[in-house]
DNA sequence: CACAAGTCGAACACTGATGTACGAGATGCT
DNA sequence: AGCATCTCGTACATCAGTGTTCGACTTGTG
């Protein structure tokens, strides 16, 4: 599976003519750019986006579920880089913090690319990656539960919907123009710290 | 347009034949359980789970959008009821408690018909009657911020917004088998308590 | 009982989206 | 320069969902 994905890279990057591999670049981040913004966004409006032919991204892409997995694929192996680089040392609220932030600017960059991946993708591998993101975020939780700085009277599992769930909402609220979006994040740190403040607790 | 409402329901009850009525009340149940289910279900779907044909569904619903409209409207005016019907004075912390445990019986019951609403109904009415929900809500979290109980350092609108979301949340951790119905009653209690809980107070 | 009202399935037209076929023309590559 | 590659528009087949029509049948109601 790793051999293949890394075999198509290689074949579009080298094998392809420039135009063609401008073309590709085009498309996915058009896809990438209409599907944070509308899951069900049509193969048309993605070539209108693209500033190419209906037919001239059927070359490329075999079918609408293909493109929007290979969208999906590079956009969750970039946000796995960029979480990866949060540093989660330290205090677990200011760790905490940091991974909020990083996370944020990923979901105000993919958005609802995410249920396009759901419904396009085979069920067992879009929870594979899915999962494989979620664990980003477990050590750290399970870290801060055990040392007092998260409260432990909750599952994890809850406590993990509850961030994707706040992420998810902040961009909503952008996208309607009910908060600004240079105060998301401050709205999101603020209020997920208080939601995982330990009960008896005095937040600082 | 109150008029117009209460004279379908007129006609409904009391000009068509015995199983006509019948069969409206078994289509408008069914639609409201499939479309809490799934908000793109089609019309054929909805006509099987409510054991009619479709043809005798479009015979009572000009169109799908109509059906829709109608069935998020019983929806709407019914949540109003219950949620009107709470008692929202006292401690607002309590009383906060008592809305959520409200709302949370109506997210499970309605889930994402109010997505359907928003896709087949006219822009402007559903901004309407939406707007008349969340009014429910307002006061209580003005006087709650007015007296210390909750805090007030964000803005009203994303309180509201975070309450939506959790109650959403919640909704769809049960249907994938995440965390009990029974325990997400506390569980959406305790988290947004916490979350509304003032900076540097202590949480009983 | 008799008729109006209602139900039902099959068939049809229409729409929007996906995916394919073709052929003419443009363009990168050597 | 010349050829393979690529693009593009048009047209077509297919599919799923919506909404309608028709005619035969069933059932509630006066």
């Known amino acids: 599976m790793m051999f293949n994905i890394s075999w198509e890279v290689q074949a579009v990057t080298t094998l392809k003519r420039a135009d063609a ?3 590709i670049e085009s498309i996915m981040d058009a896809a990438t750019a209409c599907l ?3 899951p069900d966004v049509s193969v048309a409006d993605i070539a209108k986006a693209a500033g190419v032919g209906r037919v001239t991204l059927y070359g490329h892409f075999e079918s609408r579920a293909i493109l929007v997995t290979q969208v999906a694929e590079r956009a969750i192996q970039q946000s796995d880089e960029a979480l990866g680089a949060v540093d989660l040392d330290g205090d677990p609220r200011a760790a905490l913090s940091r ?6 600017r990923l979901t105000q960059q993919y958005g609802a690319l995410i249920v ?5 993708m085979p069920h067992e591998q879009f929870q594979a990656v899915h999962l494989g ?3 980003r975020w477990k050590p750290l939780m399970e870290r801060g539960r055990g040392d007092g700085s998260f409260r432990d009277d909750q599952p994890l599992g809850w406590q993990l919907t509850l961030l994707q769930s706040v992420l998810h ?3 909503g609220a952008v996208y309607r123009g009910e ?3 240079a105060d998301a994040a401050t709205l999101i740190d603020g ?5 995982l403040t330990p009960p008896g607790a005095t937040r600082h």
Do not use: H
Request: proline fraction near 0%; aromatic fraction near 4%.
């Open 21 to 23: 591999r401008k073309n």
């Open 36 to 38: 944070a913004r509308d």
């Open 99 to 104: 991974l909020l932030e990083a996370s944020w």
């Open 116 to 120: 396009a991946a759901e419904q396009s």
């Open 133 to 135: 993101l979620i664990d």
């Open 169 to 171: 909402a902040a961009s």
């Open 179 to 181: 908060i600004k979006a």
């Open 191 to 195: 209020t997920l710290q208080a939601a």
